[in-house]
C-alpha cells in the first residue's frame, strides 16, 4: 500500500491540511503586523547587534 491509501483510512484526516494552513496563516500575518508595528530603533538595534563587538568577549 502506498502512503496516500493509509492517509485515506483514517477519520477525519481532512481536517490536518486545513488546521496547517490556518496555523501557517495565522503566524505569519502576525509577524507581518509585529515588524510593521515594531520600534524603527529597536529594529535597527537588532540589526546591527551581529556587527557590534561585546566588551566582554573572551577572544
Not at 13 to 41: D, G, H
Amino acid at each position: 500500500m502506498k502512503f496516500k491509501n493509509y492517509l485515506e483510512t483514517i477519520t477525519g484526516v481532512e481536517i490536518y491540511p486545513l488546521t496547517s494552513l490556518l496555523i501557517f496563516f495565522l503566524f505569519f500575518t502576525a509577524l507581518a503586523i509585529w515588524a510593521i508595528r515594531a520600534n524603527k530603533s529597536y529594529i535597527n538595534e537588532l540589526k546591527n547587534m551581529p556587527l557590534v563587538k561585546a566588551d566582554d568577549t573572551n577572544q
